[in-house]
Structures are given as structure tokens and as C-alpha cells.
């Protein structure tokens, strides 16, 4: 099969030819229709973050397909299911946060694309109880991005709390801002999405945001309490500059949710304005098997739309400079 390789932290991915896995007791296989090209891959592969993955490994945390094989103790699933290989690959299902609804935080878990082989390639392994099922009324070419972008937006803007009538603002309209402009919406938020690029503030625009800023060319912060300030800020800029602004646009009482993961990962927030303006900092990491199932269940009903291009796997390394470049409507989807 055709699978795409990170074999050195940095370079660019070969594209080898390497055996079909097979599946163990826990696991099924899964043949690939698309993969979706998170920025994480972008980090996973040039080895941005203190916890490296060691190469050779296949990237992809966005795999869409159809289950072909199952390990012989799978109930999980039977064959012909589709199914999403998300980036929680594995947890150990029995610790204080598995066994209370925070899977992620597993300390033991194993994430697809990183510390096992993911979704770049022409079929994939999976432990058979982390592939979330994709339901009728979502294709697998949007079922791929909502396998991270949308879970991992859609679980943000729970974990923000987000009322009926609180101002939002997205900072960075990508793979995961343009769903989350969607999300907030649906919640009842009035929406202000920045970005440093026109053409992403048009298409947050069309997807329902209220206000737009071009963080490079105003100062998102004037422009934001000019607005009247947020209730929620978050953070998916692949920016430390973007999280300070974030801070800064908050009112009182306001919640700043930290996503994006930027090589050079760190903050200055003040700890008086922390202090007296009430305000929380809470980190989101994806979501549970729960929450992509309500994800996948919010598409099938139409109430969210996927903006995505299709690529072949040969074009990884293009494809990669094209979404660090910014020149892409939201997400790139490897079709197979
Ligand atoms: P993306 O490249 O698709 O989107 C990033 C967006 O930020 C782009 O539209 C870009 O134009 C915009 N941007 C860049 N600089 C900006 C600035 N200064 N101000 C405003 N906007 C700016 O990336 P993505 O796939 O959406 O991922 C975003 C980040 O989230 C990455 O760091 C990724 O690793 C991380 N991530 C985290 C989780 C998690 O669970 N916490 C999950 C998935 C991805
Ligand atoms: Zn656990
Ligand atoms: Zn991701």
C-alpha cells in the first residue's frame, strides 16, 4: 500500500510502499477514502513540541474509511462500517479521567499520527473501540475534517460554556475556525472572527460571523472592544502573538480557550487584569468519542458545512507548504 513517511523530524515525507498492517485482537482495518491535513501533521512532522514522535511514523489524525478486517475479540464494529481514526488512537479505558468522561486526558492513551502510525496512507490499523462510527448523511470527504478541525473546535466552544447572546471571537478562521465560527453560531453567539488574511474573513463571513478583523492590518484589540470585547476568546492562530491579543480582548468575566499549539509555545498574560477581571485560561485538547459522534450527528442534520479541497497523497509535501502559506479556503482533504 501507498503511506506517506515521516522518516526524519524536518524533511520532507516519502511516499513508500509499505505492507497492509494487520490488525491485532483489538484492532480493525480500515481502508482509506480521506484523510484530512491538520496543522498538528505540519508540527507532528518538523518535530515543533517538547514530546517529539520518532520517525519513521505515518501522520494523520483525520482518516475516513471502511473497516476491511477485524481483530478476532472486535465487537465494536463489523465489516462495511465507516469509520474516523481520530488522534485519540487509544486510551487505557480505566483511569480517573477515562472512566470520568475525559478520555483525553488518558495519560496512557496513544495518539493516531504521532505516537502510532495514522491516516496517510492507503489503509490503517485502529484499536476498534477509538474508531467513532461515521454515520449515513455524512461523506467521508467532510466526515475527515470534522474528525479533528470540527471535534476539536466543537469541544472548545463547550468548554468555553458559551451562553446565548455572548460575543465570541475566533482568532484564526482555518481548519479549525471555520467550524468554530459555525459552532458559535448554532450556541447563540454573536461572532467576530480575525485572521490575518481577507479571504478567510470572507468565507467567515459567509458562514455566519458577524464581524470581521484583519489582525493585520488594525489592531485586533481596538477593534475588538470598539465591538463591545468578548465573553469568549479562542485561540486556533498558530500564533503566540494571537493568544496575547485574545487575552487582551476580553471583558470582564470572559474565558480565553487555548488551542492552537505553535512551535514557539509561550504566553505573557498579566496576572492583575487575570486577577481582577475574573477571567478563566482553560486549555482544550480534541474531544471524546462522544463529542465527534454529536459532531458528526450536528453535520448529518446540516446544520454545519465543510470547506475543504481535495489532494492526492502524492501532493503531501505541496500540500503542507500550501497550508503553512495560508493559500487554502480552510482544510486540504487526501482523497484515495
Ligand atoms: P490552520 O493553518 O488551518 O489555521 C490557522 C489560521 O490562523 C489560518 O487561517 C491563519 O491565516 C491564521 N493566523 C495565522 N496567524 C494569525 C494571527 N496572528 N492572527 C490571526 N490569525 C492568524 O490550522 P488548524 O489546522 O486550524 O490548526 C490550528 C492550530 O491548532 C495548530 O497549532 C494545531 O496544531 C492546533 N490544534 C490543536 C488541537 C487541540 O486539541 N488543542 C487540535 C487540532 C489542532
Ligand atoms: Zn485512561
Ligand atoms: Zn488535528
Redesign the pocket.
Same mark, same amino acid.
Given at each position: 500500500m501507498k503511506a506517506a513517511v515521516v522518516t526524519q523530524l524536518g524533511q520532507p515525507i516519502e511516499i513508500q510502499d509499505r505492507q497492509v498492517p494487520e490488525p491485532s485482537t483489538d484492532q480493525v482495518l480500515v481502508r482509506i477514502e480521506a484523510s484530512g491535513?491538520?496543522? +498538528?501533521d505540519?508540527?507532528a512532522a518538523h518535530g515543533d513540541w517538547p514530546v517529539k514522535p520518532t520517525p519513521p511514523f505515518v501522520p494523520g489524525h483525520e482518516g475516513v474509511g471502511i473497516v476491511e478486517k477485524l481483530g478476532s475479540s472486535v465487537t465494536a464494529h463489523q465489516l462495511g462500517d465507516r469509520v474516523a481514526i481520530p488522534?485519540l488512537g487509544q486510551a487505557c479505558g480505566d483511569c480517573r479521567y477515562c472512566v470520568d468522561g475525559r478520555e +483525553?486526558l488518558c495519560e496512557s492513551q496513544q495518539n493516531s499520527g504521532y505516537s502510532i502510525d495514522g491516516a496517510f496512507a492507503e489503509y490503517a490499523v485502529v484499536d476498534a473501540r477509538y474508531a467513532v462510527t461515521v454515520p449515513a448523511g455524512v461523506e467521508p470527504f467532510d466526515a475527515a475534517p470534522l474528525s479533528?478541525?470540527g471535534l +476539536?473546535s466543537y469541544?472548545?466552544v463547550k468548554v468555553a460554556r458559551v451562553q446565548p447572546g455572548e460575543t465570541v471571537v475566533v482568532?484564526?478562521?482555518?481548519?479549525?475556525?471555520h467550524l468554530a465560527v459555525q459552532y458559535a453560531r448554532l450556541v447563540g453567539a454573536t461572532v467576530i472572527a480575525? #485572521?490575518? #488574511?481577507d479571504e478567510?474573513l470572507a468565507l467567515a463571513t459567509s458562514l455566519g460571523a458577524d464581524h470581521v478583523v484583519n /489582525? /493585520?492590518k488594525v489592531d %485586533?484589540v481596538v477593534a475588538i472592544a470598539d465591538l463591545g470585547g468578548a465573553d469568549v476568546a479562542l485561540a486556533?492562530?498558530?500564533?503566540p502573538? /494571537?493568544f496575547n491579543?485574545a487575552f487582551a480582548s476580553l471583558n470582564r468575566g470572559g474565558r480565553l480557550i487555548?488551542?492552537?499549539? %505553535?512551535a514557539e509555545g509561550t504566553m505573557s498574560i498579566p496576572i492583575f487584569d487575570t486577577v481582577l477581571k475574573g477571567i478563566e485560561i482553560i486549555?482544550?485538547?480534541?474531544?471524546t468519542r462522544q463529542d465527534l459522534a454529536e459532531v458528526f450527528r450536528l453535520h448529518a442534520q446540516g446544520r454545519t458545512r465543510v470547506i475543504a479541497e481535495g489532494r492526492k497523497l502524492e501532493q503531501v509535501n505541496d500540500a503542507i507548504e500550501e497550508?503553512?502559506a495560508?493559500s487554502?479556503a480552510?482544510?486540504l482533504v487526501f482523497e484515495f
Amino acid at each position: 500500500m501507498k503511506a506517506a513517511v515521516v522518516t526524519q523530524l524536518g524533511q520532507p515525507i516519502e511516499i513508500q510502499d509499505r505492507q497492509v498492517p494487520e490488525p491485532s485482537t483489538d484492532q480493525v482495518l480500515v481502508r482509506i477514502e480521506a484523510s484530512g491535513l491538520c496543522h +498538528t501533521d505540519i508540527h507532528a512532522a518538523h518535530g515543533d513540541w517538547p514530546v517529539k514522535p520518532t520517525p519513521p511514523f505515518v501522520p494523520g489524525h483525520e482518516g475516513v474509511g471502511i473497516v476491511e478486517k477485524l481483530g478476532s475479540s472486535v465487537t465494536a464494529h463489523q465489516l462495511g462500517d465507516r469509520v474516523a481514526i481520530p488522534w485519540l488512537g487509544q486510551a487505557c479505558g480505566d483511569c480517573r479521567y477515562c472512566v470520568d468522561g475525559r478520555e +483525553t486526558l488518558c495519560e496512557s492513551q496513544q495518539n493516531s499520527g504521532y505516537s502510532i502510525d495514522g491516516a496517510f496512507a492507503e489503509y490503517a490499523v485502529v484499536d476498534a473501540r477509538y474508531a467513532v462510527t461515521v454515520p449515513a448523511g455524512v461523506e467521508p470527504f467532510d466526515a475527515a475534517p470534522l474528525s479533528c478541525a470540527g471535534l +476539536t473546535s466543537y469541544k472548545s466552544v463547550k468548554v468555553a460554556r458559551v451562553q446565548p447572546g455572548e460575543t465570541v471571537v475566533v482568532f484564526g478562521i482555518g481548519g479549525l475556525g471555520h467550524l468554530a465560527v459555525q459552532y458559535a453560531r448554532l450556541v447563540g453567539a454573536t461572532v467576530i472572527a480575525v #485572521d490575518i #488574511d481577507d479571504e478567510k474573513l470572507a468565507l467567515a463571513t459567509s458562514l455566519g460571523a458577524d464581524h470581521v478583523v484583519n /489582525a /493585520a492590518k488594525v489592531d %485586533p484589540v481596538v477593534a475588538i472592544a470598539d465591538l463591545g470585547g468578548a465573553d469568549v476568546a479562542l485561540a486556533y492562530a498558530v500564533a503566540p502573538v /494571537a493568544f496575547n491579543q485574545a487575552f487582551a480582548s476580553l471583558n470582564r468575566g470572559g474565558r480565553l480557550i487555548c488551542v492552537a499549539l %505553535p512551535a514557539e509555545g509561550t504566553m505573557s498574560i498579566p496576572i492583575f487584569d487575570t486577577v481582577l477581571k475574573g477571567i478563566e485560561i482553560i486549555g482544550s485538547i480534541v474531544g471524546t468519542r462522544q463529542d465527534l459522534a454529536e459532531v458528526f450527528r450536528l453535520h448529518a442534520q446540516g446544520r454545519t458545512r465543510v470547506i475543504a479541497e481535495g489532494r492526492k497523497l502524492e501532493q503531501v509535501n505541496d500540500a503542507i507548504e500550501e497550508l503553512r502559506a495560508g493559500s487554502i479556503a480552510a482544510r486540504l482533504v487526501f482523497e484515495f
